[in-house]
């Protein structure tokens, strides 16, 4: 007899447990329902992140054509472009206490999931961090008091610091776990993208050339994650 594999369509022989073209295990189980979670927390993750890129890249990209490639050009402009970031931060936020929520829910059977969890409260830290010491140095900035040249590279890198780990943890270790789990080649690329990204992210200050193959790097990897939640869902409802 032949089998047909949900994700491809090739047909094995029925004693073969794994697809012979794309790997999709043939005699899979149904998910339990805090895997369903953890599917639904990387959609969500990754729904909300395209809204925030989509709406950071046309409100900062009409901002620098308005000011005519400058975006400090007044104080106004410079409150603007702080009210975007601002909100695009905000939607971050968001994603990741939904990828928060589908981890804590899959730990429940899988231990394995625990430091992806525990990356998403680094996450959550440096958030906080980057909303305190954005406060600070603009407060201090408009009172006109002096700050040590010495404190800047100090919060810097501790919220720098701060960020990597997170995003490392909750995002490359996280996906890649989903990727062992269902044994999605789609996973493996989105949690490759993810650490390049980051990886990235922390050169990019040096280089601002690399903010657009940033940018790239992490939708590509964004809609991947996206892709092989929801199509490992939707196998499902079909079993």
């Known amino acids: 007899m032949v089998k047909i594999c949900p994700r491809c369509g090739y047909p094995n022989d029925d004693s073969f447990s794994y697809c012979q073209r794309c790997g999709y295990n043939l005699k899979r ?52 472009f702080l009210g975007a970031v601002a909100v695009g931060t905000i939607l971050l936020f968001i994603s990741v206490m939904k990828l928060r929520k589908g981890y804590s829910s899959v730990m429940r059977d899988n231990l394995k999931y625990k430091i992806p969890y525990l990356g998403t409260t680094i996450f959550i830290i440096s958030f906080l961090f980057i909303i305190v010491f954005s406060v600070f140095f603009l407060s201090t900035s408009v009172m006109g008091l002096f700050i040590p ?81 929801d199509f490992n869902l939707s196998l499902n409802r079909e079993n």
Do not use: H, Q
């Not at 989105?190 to 690399?210: D, E, H, Q, R």
């Open 149 to 229: 040249s010495s404190t800047i590279p100090f919060a810097t890198l501790s919220v720098m610091g701060l960020f990597v780990i997170g995003s490392t943890l909750s995002l490359f270790l996280g996906i890649f776990r989903a990727y062992e789990e269902f044994n999605d080649k789609v996973f493996l690329l989105s949690s490759s993208g993810f650490i390049v990204s980051t990886v990235m992210s922390c050169v990019a200050p040096f280089y601002p050339i690399l903010l657009i193959p940033l940018w790239l790097v992490y939708l590509i990897s964004v809609t991947l994650l996206y892709a092989a939640s």
């Open 29 to 80: 189980r149904s998910l339990s329902e805090n895997e369903k979670n953890l599917l639904r927390g990387f959609r969500s993750f990754s729904i909300i992140n395209l809204v925030s890129l989509i709406y950071l890249s046309v409100t900062l990209g009409l901002a620098y054509l308005l000011d005519k490639g400058v975006f400090f050009n007044d104080f106004y402009s410079f409150l603007g």
